[in-house]
């Protein structure tokens, strides 16, 4: 049994690796190392994995390239799962270079999903969407069958296509497909562009940190170990081929960012100096995962809780960078 994990040298798709590898499964991840962020950290998150595991092995492409896709498909004809996690992330960034998420998210989605489709073997396409579809959505918690045709970003709204191109090609190819949308995940080996690594750096070194909507923000934060289990409970319970099934992978509880940023001041040792701003384009006031259809058909059941969280993530933070 062989599961392709793409973006592997990334935040969850690193984790999602080493789980699958520390349970006996063959994994081959690929990804591009692009320098959307330290390029350093992710070769050192693929350096960890290949030196821990001789079942795991690491391709550089492109999710993108036609070409190389299919390189690597007539390599590993015995894939049996794919979980689709490299993606342009970042809200943010999407307005600062859109063409790179349409590349990266949508036309990725369909490199994938074509060479999928001609698996012999493949028992199920699990991929990553984000709790970013449901945009404008007012309603608490959000729910599945919420609407989201109102996308505040150019990223939430190249994952809503995800979802959207997925499911055709579920009615199409009878491909058994899953997609998962993930809440603001957080913990060990996490991404630079993400509130708690922002944060930390800065306070350790005296900067302020930014902190927009003047705090009045709420997320569901959601550790990286039980986004990890809730992935790979998914990709071990495929539903029928003709069904395209979507789930939320959250908390299932809202904090507000200025207790967020109290905790991690708690497990530092050091207060923050706040710098008030307003609300950013394309960002959103609250997220709330409703996750009952998760846990119903995933057995899904978050533990981790901020408190125990975040001193974790600074435990890693300092070891990692010898703070």
């Given amino acids: 049994m062989t599961i392709l994990v793409t973006g592997a040298a990334g935040f969850i798709g690193f984790h999602v690796a080493r789980a699958l590898l520390e349970e006996g499964r063959d994994v081959v991840g690929v990804d591009n190392l692009n320098d959307y962020y330290e390029v350093a950290l992710k070769e050192a998150r693929v350096e960890s994995l290949t030196s821990a595991?001789?079942?795991?092995?690491f391709v550089k492409a492109d999710i993108s390239d036609r070409a190389a896709m299919d390189s690597l498909f007539a390599r590993y004809p015995d894939i049996t799962g794919?979980?689709?996690?490299?993606a342009q992330a970042g809200v943010r960034y999407s307005l600062t270079d859109p063409y790179a998420y349409v590349t990266a998210n949508v036309m990725g989605q369909v490199v994938l999903l074509e060479a999928a489709r001609?698996?012999?073997?493949?028992?199920?396409?699990?991929?990553?969407?984000?709790?970013?579809?449901?945009?404008?959505?007012?309603k608490l918690p959000f729910a599945i069958e919420d609407r989201v045709d109102e996308p505040r970003s150019l990223y939430a709204a190249t994952k809503r296509a995800d979802e959207l191109i997925s499911a055709a090609?579920?009615?199409?190819?009878?491909?058994?497909?899953?997609?998962?949308?993930?809440?603001?995940?957080?913990?060990?080996w996490g991404r630079?562009?993400?509130?708690?690594?922002?944060?930390?750096?800065?306070?350790?070194?005296?900067?302020?940190?930014?902190?927009?909507?003047?705090?009045?923000?709420w997320r569901d934060f959601t550790y990286i170990d039980d986004i990890t289990k809730g992935v790979v409970s998914a990709l071990d319970r495929p539903g029928p081929v003709d069904a395209h099934r979507l789930y939320n992978i959250g908390n299932n509880r809202s904090e507000k960012l200025t207790d967020f940023i109290t905790v991690l001041e708690d497990a530092l040792g050091q207060k923050a100096e706040?710098?008030?701003l307003p609300m950013q384009p394309g960002d959103v006031v609250s997220t709330y995962a409703d996750i009952e259809a998760t846990r119903r058909d995933f057995g899904f059941e978050p533990t981790t809780p901020i408190s125990v969280g975040i001193p974790k993530f600074v435990a890693w933070y300092r070891n990692y960078y010898g703070v």
């Avoid at 595991?53 to 092995?57: A, E, L, M, V, Y």
């Avoid at 028992?123 to 969407?129: I, K, R």
């Avoid at 090609?169 to 060990?188: A, Q």
């Fill in 82 to 86: 794919i979980v689709h996690l490299a």
């Fill in 53 to 57: 595991q001789q079942r795991f092995r």
């Fill in 118 to 138: 001609k698996l012999p073997k493949l028992q199920h396409f699990v991929y990553a969407s984000s709790s970013s579809v449901y945009g404008g959505n007012a």
């Fill in 169 to 188: 090609y579920v009615s199409l190819y009878k491909i058994p497909t899953t997609g998962l949308r993930f809440f603001t995940v957080y913990g060990p």
């Fill in 192 to 217: 630079p562009d993400m509130a708690a690594f922002i944060f930390t750096r800065a306070i350790l070194k005296g900067e302020p940190i930014p902190v927009f909507n003047h705090g009045e923000m």
């Fill in 274 to 276: 706040m710098k008030l």
